[in-house]
């Protein structure tokens, strides 16, 4: 079996929850794998980002650079070409930059290439079988890859529920001499934080998160009323904000705000990795659609099968009975 790496993105001197899931991933690849982790930046937050994944992974492969200091796929897909071995296996998140990142690098590596993977069905000879889905969410196709020359596959975020960590050696070996300076034709600017809004749904343990699925402004109310009697916020997937249903600062997703939460109720939300990118620290999912088929069930906790118009004034109801909380 190839030698798997991880891509491991991080801020503030933290990796990213995804890290959790590319050894879940990798596992699901090799049970007996203890995947090394690649880190890419510059500076102590570099520094405190490798020491922070070093009881996952055997092996963390520090870059530091300052040229790596803001994120650029373009000097990072330089600087993993440069230290790669021939025949690895890369797992990378999908989500804005591993999309950046990823298929530039598989064709740099000229090894296979596969994105929005959700979940991994063994490896037959030199074929690594893989599940991954199309037309936003609407098929789920069983592909195979051949390995023989390496993979680059990103993973979709919340996909691979973390196992108990690995108790690993985490040896750092610093990789910095051996990528030169990189260069790129695009250049960091700036980053913009978006603005808090009036609720600040990070900081909230329980969130009720709707989609296109509540299909007016109106029942937004009904969301309200489960989320009042809960304690919880409300969020909501882009389309609603794009509707003007609610305030940006709501949009859980890749362009809209990283939530933390331990429980996250998605009502009426197919499930995009966009939206999915945004839901970190592997919450309680518990997602309502009318679809079976929906994608948000690959990744729920506990899936419902019903119309949330119906099925949200009745969840309110109950949670009010069992609070002793008195309707309005
Ligand atoms: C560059 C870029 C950035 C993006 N950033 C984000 C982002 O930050 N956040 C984000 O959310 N999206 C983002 N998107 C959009 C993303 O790709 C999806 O289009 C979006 O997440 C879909 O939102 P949704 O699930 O609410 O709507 P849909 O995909 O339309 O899903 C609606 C769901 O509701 C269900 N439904 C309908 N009626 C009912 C009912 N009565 N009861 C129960 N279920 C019902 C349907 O079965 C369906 O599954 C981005 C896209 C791009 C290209």
């Known amino acids: 079996m190839p030698r798997i790496f991880a891509y491991i993105v991080h801020r503030a001197g933290v990796a990213d929850d995804s890290a959790a899931e590319l050894v879940a991933a990798a596992k699901k690849i090799d049970a007996t794998a203890v995947p090394t982790a690649i880190l890419t930046g510059w500076g102590p937050e570099l520094d405190a980002a490798c020491s922070s994944v070093t009881s996952s992974f055997g092996e963390i492969w520090k870059i530091a650079n300052q040229a790596l200091a803001y994120p650029n796929a373009e000097l990072v897909r330089q600087a993993l070409v440069r230290v790669l071995p021939p025949g690895s296996i890369v797992l990378v998140p999908h989500d804005h930059f591993g999309i950046d990142l990823s298929p530039g690098l598989s064709i740099k590596l000229n090894s296979a290439f596969a994105s929005d993977v959700l979940a991994v069905d063994g490896v037959e000879g030199s074929s690594l079988k893989l599940v991954r889905q199309e037309l936003g969410g609407q098929v789920s196709t069983h592909v195979r890859c051949d390995i023989s020359s390496g993979a680059v596959i990103n993973i979709r975020p919340g996909a691979f529920k973390p196992g108990p960590s690995i108790v690993a050696s985490g040896i750092i070996t610093d990789k910095s001499s051996e990528v030169g300076a990189p260069t790129a034709r695009r250049r960091y600017l700036e980053t913009i934080v978006a603005e808090a809004g009036d609720v600040d749904i990070t900081k909230h343990s329980v969130l009720v998160s709707i989609g296109r699925g509540i299909q007016e402004k109106d029942n937004v ?19 609603v904000v794009d509707a003007k249903w609610m305030e940006k600062s709501r949009q859980v997703g890749s362009s809209g705000k990283t939530v933390k939460p331990k429980v996250y109720l998605a009502c009426g939300i197919s499930g995009a990795f966009q939206h ?38 009745e969840l309110t109801n109950k949670a009010r009975e069992l609070r002793g909380v008195a309707a309005k």
């Open 221 to 239: 109310a009904l969301a309200e009323a489960l989320a009042e009697v809960l304690g919880a916020a409300v969020s909501c997937s882009r389309p």
């Open 276 to 313: 999915l990118a945004g839901i970190k620290g592997s919450p309680f999912l518990i997602a309502i659609n009318k679809n079976p088929k929906a994608p948000i069930f690959q990744v729920a906790d506990v899936g419902i099968v019903d119309d949330l118009l119906e099925f949200l004034p």
